[in-house]
Structures are given as structure tokens and as C-alpha cells.
């Protein structure tokens, strides 16, 4: 999980300081893999190899949109949807927050390598270090 402090500017005109919280857990790793034909990795690793940048930028939206969530006072919960059904990342996406965050992580390549590597979950990160890359291989 990633905290991220962000100062932005509302749209009253207060600046405002908050902590947002980015998190994928196994399952949501998994599903993301399993929603693309040949998995989402690949995918990313095809549009990569090409330098398609607009698709590249695309896909990343998606994580860090996929990643957004509320935490629970408690510490326990990584909450992404209301009591509602209601995605939590859509409230985001609207915020200018959002911006500040997309124009910081986007800066450079190695931006968007810690924030991906900061969202997953350790054991995927130690696990990917020893696997070969462009395979699917669901964490236990």
C-alpha cells in the first residue's frame, strides 16, 4: 500500500493537504491478468516494447484508478466502494487531486515503477523478481 500526501487546490479556490491511499491486493492483481486475452501483463509488456505511449498511459490510469481506495479508521479495511455499490475512484478521478497526483507519477519511468511497485502486495513483488516475465503466475 502507498500513501500519498497531496496538496491541491479545490474548486472553491482552498488549498487543501489529504492523504490518499493506492493498494491492489492477489485477487485484484489476478482479475486485472485474467480481463485481457493473453493477460494484462503481456499486454502492458506488448504496448511497452511498441512505445505506445497513449496506450501505455491509458493502462496506467486504469492501475492507479483500480488501486484507489478509502482507509478504514481502523487500519483493517482498504475501502473502494460505498455502502452504495458506488466506486470510490470515480469520486477521485473528479477531484483535482487526481491531477496532482497523474502529472507526479507520470514524470518519468522510474515515477511509475515505485508507485506500481508500492501497490502491490510484497509477496508479488519478491515473487515477480523470480519468475520469468510475460507469464501468468497466480500468488498463493
Known amino acids: 500500500m502507498i500513501k500519498k500526501t497531496i496538496t491541491y487546490t479545490d474548486f472553491l479556490g482552498t488549498e487543501r493537504t489529504e492523504d490518499f491511499y493506492f493498494n ?14 493473453g493477460g494484462f501483463a503481456a499486454q502492458l509488456d506488448k504496448m511497452i516494447k ?7 498511459y491509458k493502462a496506467f490510469r486504469k492501475i492507479v484508478l483500480a488501486s484507489y481506495g478509502e482507509l478504514s479508521a481502523d487500519g483493517k479495511y482498504h475501502i473502494k466502494e460505498d455502502e452504495h455499490g458506488f466506486k470510490l475512484c470515480n469520486r477521485f478521478r473528479q477531484s483535482p487531486a ?14 511509475i515503477a515505485e508507485f506500481c511497485n508500492g501497490i502491490m502486495p510484497r509477496e508479488i513483488t519478491e515473487a515477480t523478481k523470480e519468475k ?3 507469464e501468468f503466475h497466480p500468488v498463493k
Open 132 to 134: 520469468p516475465k510475460g
Open 50 to 56: 511498441a512505445v505506445d505511449n497513449k496506450e501505455i
Open 24 to 37: 491492489l491486493s492477489k485477487t485484484e492483481l489476478n482479475d486485472m491478468q485474467m480481463s485481457v486475452d
Open 98 to 111: 487526481y491531477e496532482v497526483l497523474m502529472d507526479e507519477i507520470t514524470k518519468d519511468e522510474s515515477t
